[in-house]
C-alpha cells in the first residue's frame, strides 16, 4: 500500500511536477508569487492536480518544516485519462460501467461507494480534480483497499467528461428525487455511467441537464432520502443484477 507523504519546499515540489509524479493537491500559501509558483500552477493545471490557496497557519499546521510557503501531497491511488479506461475496459471486451461523483465531500461515503463499486463489477469512477473528498488513508480503509483496486479518473470538468462518454456511446443516468422514471426501468445492460451527487445539493444543474437518463429510487414512507452511498449501493446493485441475467 502506498503511504502519503507530504512533499515540503518550492523546489521538491515543482521537482515532483516535472517528473510527472501524481499528487493528491498542493497547498500553496496565500499572497505568494514568483516564477516557481507559476511554474507549480501551470503543471500542476496540466496534470489536473487541485491547488489549495491556504493561510500560512494551514501549512504550519501540517509541518513544522520550512515549506515556503508550498506543500504538496502524494497520492496513494494512481489517476488515469478518462479515454485511456474507456478504451482499456472496452478492449476487454466488457461493457462500461462507471460511477460519476459529483460533490461528494464525506471521504467515507467516497470509500464505501469505492467498494461497492467493485463488488458490482463497475470498472471506474470518475471524480472532478475539486470539490470533492480527499483520496486519503480514510477513505481507503473505508473502501476495503477498493480504491487501489477500480480505476479512478480525475477529471477538470465532469461536463466535458460527460462529452467524452457521450463520444464513446456510454449513457450517462443520473438518480434524481423528483425523476418519473424508477431505478428498474432504466436499462444498464448498455454502456453507462451513474452520476452520484451530495446529499444536500444533489447533482450540478448543467451536469443534470448533460444526462441522458433520470430516474428515482422508489421509497417507502415519507422520510427525505437515502445516504449517497447506500443509493449507489442499491443501483449498483440493480445494474449488476441486469447484466448478471443478460450473461
Known sequence: M??????IGRQPVVEAL???QQ????????????EIIDEIRQLAQRLQIPINVVPIEKLNYITRSNHQ???????????????????????RGETPLFVMLDGITDVRNIGAI????????????IIPDKGIGAFNEEALKSSAGALQKI????????????????LNGI?????????KETLMKVDFTKPSCIVMGSEDKGIQPYISKAVDVKFTIPMQG??????????????????????????
Open 114 to 125: 469505492a467498494r461497492t463499486s467493485l463488488c458490482c463489477g463497475a470498472q471506474c469512477i
Open 151 to 166: 480505476l479512478v479518473s480525475r477529471v477538470s470538468s465532469l461536463l466535458k467528461a460527460v462529452d467524452t462518454l457521450h
Open 23 to 34: 499528487l493528491e493537491r498542493i497547498f500553496i500559501q496565500k499572497n505568494i508569487g514568483g
Open 2 to 7: 502506498k503511504k502519503s507523504t507530504n512533499i
Open 222 to 247: 415519507d422520510f427525505d432520502s437515502f445516504n449517497v452511498g447506500v443509493a449507489t449501493g442499491i443501483i449498483l446493485f440493480e445494474a449488476s443484477k441486469q447484466r448478471m441475467k443478460l450473461n
Open 171 to 179: 449513457n450517462v443516468c443520473s438518480a434524481e428525487m423528483k425523476a
Open 69 to 91: 510557503g508550498v506543500i504538496g501531497l502524494n497520492s496513494i491511488i494512481q489517476y488515469h485519462e478518462l479515454q485511456d479506461v474507456i478504451d482499456h475496459v472496452i478492449s
Open 18 to 20: 516535472r517528473d510527472g
